[in-house]
């Protein structure tokens, strides 16, 4: 009888250490569990890298645009300059503005800005490229009392922000003696033999065409045209007249 007390005993004392453990172990110790955080469609937004924004500068295609970045020093004109105190910005140079047909004519008078020793303007007409890259001409003119004489031709392209130098890639060689006979010949059949005087001295001045793509080589006090130069989408054809 005493046994199974005895048994009965150990029994009891064995289920209340064995709740008491569960007790402990589930009840006050701390959980080790990482609970995964459900991804949003914001959240996933937010672990995105933002890509890098690249402003990327878009090449000139009108005229006025090619007008806007040339720089100064390629201009005859005193653009973008300040002059007994007043800042002449390029845009109130523009006397013709011809967008169609690519074409831009400066000069001072559009500036009321004015200057002695004659007058003077600057000639902007793009030739569009055909399988090439367009081509700028400028051409700039100063006119004295003895007739109009050039004082800068250019031929540029617009290349990966550069301005690069065409003239021997785009424009050809001209005969120079036979331009000489021409422009001498016009000279001496409109004003006959006149010895030293001004009017004797010919005078050739390259005209950048407003309409069409055809550049004159011309004697200027007579207007006789010695050279057309075509412009065939590469570069100019020259042709003797």
């Not at 009888?1 to 007790?23: E, P, S, W």
């Not at 200027?220 to 007249?241: H, M, P």
């Amino acid at each position: 009888m005493r046994n199974k007390i005895f048994i009965l005993i150990i029994i009891i004392l064995l289920i209340i250490i064995a709740g008491g453990a569960y007790y402990y172990f589930y009840k006050f110790k701390p959980s080790q569990t990482i609970q995964e955080q459900p991804i949003t469609e914001e959240s996933a937004t937010e672990q995105q890298e933002e890509p890098t924004q690249v402003t990327q500068k878009q090449d000139p295609s009108s005229i006025l645009d090619y007008y806007n970045i040339i720089p100064a020093d390629y201009i005859g004109e005193a653009i973008d300059m300040e002059i007994d105190g007043v800042y002449y910005d390029r845009s109130k140079f523009i006397e013709i503005l011809d967008e169609k047909n690519y074409y831009i004519r400066l000069s001072a008078k559009p500036a009321n800005l004015v200057r002695g020793g004659g007058i003077s303007y600057t000639d902007f007409t793009l030739f569009l490229g055909k399988n090439a890259p367009d081509t700028l001409a400028i051409a700039n003119t100063t006119c004295v009392s003895i007739g109009c004489l050039i004082n800068d031709l250019y031929f540029l392209q617009y290349k990966n922000e550069q301005w690069i130098d065409m003239q021997d890639s785009v424009f050809p060689k001209l005969d120079e003696d036979f331009i000489k006979e021409k422009a001498e010949s016009a000279v001496m059949n409109k004003f006959g033999n006149l010895g030293d005087e001004p009017e004797s001295v010919p005078v050739t001045l390259f005209i950048l065409p407003r309409y069409g793509t055809t550049i004159l080589l011309k004697e200027e006090k007579t207007d006789t045209v010695i050279y057309n130069l075509q412009w065939n989408g590469k570069s100019f054809d020259a042709y003797k007249q």
